[in-house]
C-alpha cells in the first residue's frame, strides 16, 4: 500500500532476495504470476548493482542520468543526503570505494521518480553516518518500502509497518514493526 514499509528478514538462503528479483520481473515464478499497476514506478537496489555504474562518469552525471527533469540544485541535494557535497559530488565513479558507490546508487533510486523502493542489504557497504542518512530518507520519504535486511538496528529504527519472516517452511507475515514482532 502506499507508504507502507515492509521489512523481509530471515537466514541466508531463505529466498528473501529472490523475492525481491521476482517482484522486479529479474526472475519468472515457477508457477502463478506477478502482476504490477500501471502506476508502479519501481526503484531497485540490489547487492551487485554498484557494477552498473559507468566508472567514467562523476557522481553528478550518474545522478543526473536517473531524471533527467532535475535541477542541478535538486541534483546537488540528493548528492549531500548521500554525503557527496560540492566538489565531492564531481568525483569520478572509478575513484569511489565499495561503500562510496553503494551510496551513488542509492541516490540514483532517490532521484528517479518512483513509488515503490525495493532495497536488498541497501546498508552492506555503508558506513555508519551514510546509514544514519538512509534511515532518514527512508523515514522522511512518501514512497512505499520493501527492504531485505539482517541489520537489526536498522530494522529498528525505520518505522516498517510489516515484517515478513522467510523460514524453512515459507513465509510469515507479522502486522507491525520490528520491535513488536
Do not use: W
Amino acid at each position: 500500500e502506499k507508504g507502507q514499509r515492509v521489512a523481509i528478514i530471515g537466514k541466508n538462503a531463505r529466498g528473501k532476495s529472490t523475492l525481491l528479483r521476482l517482484l522486479i520481473k529479474d526472475l519468472i515464478p515457477n508457477q502463478g504470476t506477478i502482476n504490477h499497476k500501471t502506476n508502479l514506478a519501481l526503484g531497485y537496489f540490489g547487492q551487485t548493482h554498484i557494477d552498473t555504474l559507468d566508472s567514467k562518469s562523476t557522481i553528478e552525471e550518474e545522478v543526473s542520468g536517473a531524471n533527467s527533469s532535475l535541477s542541478i540544485t535538486e541534483i546537488r541535494s540528493i548528492c549531500g543526503l548521500m554525503l557527496f557535497s560540492q566538489d565531492l559530488a564531481k568525483k569520478k565513479i572509478e575513484v569511489l570505494s565499495g561503500g562510496e558507490r553503494s551510496r551513488v546508487l542509492l541516490a540514483k533510486i532517490i532521484a528517479k521518480p518512483c513509488n515503490l523502493l525495493l532495497l536488498d542489504e541497501p546498508t552492506h557497504h555503508l558506513d555508519i553516518e551514510s546509514i544514519g542518512s538512509l534511515v532518514e530518507a527512508i523515514n522522511t520519504s512518501s514512497q512505499s518500502v520493501i527492504m531485505v535486511t539482517h541489520d537489526e538496528n536498522i530494522l529498528k529504527k525505520i518505522s516498517f509497518t510489516k515484517i515478513i519472516y522467510c523460514h524453512d517452511k515459507g513465509q510469515t507475515q507479522f502486522l507491525g514493526n520490528y520491535n513488536q514482532f
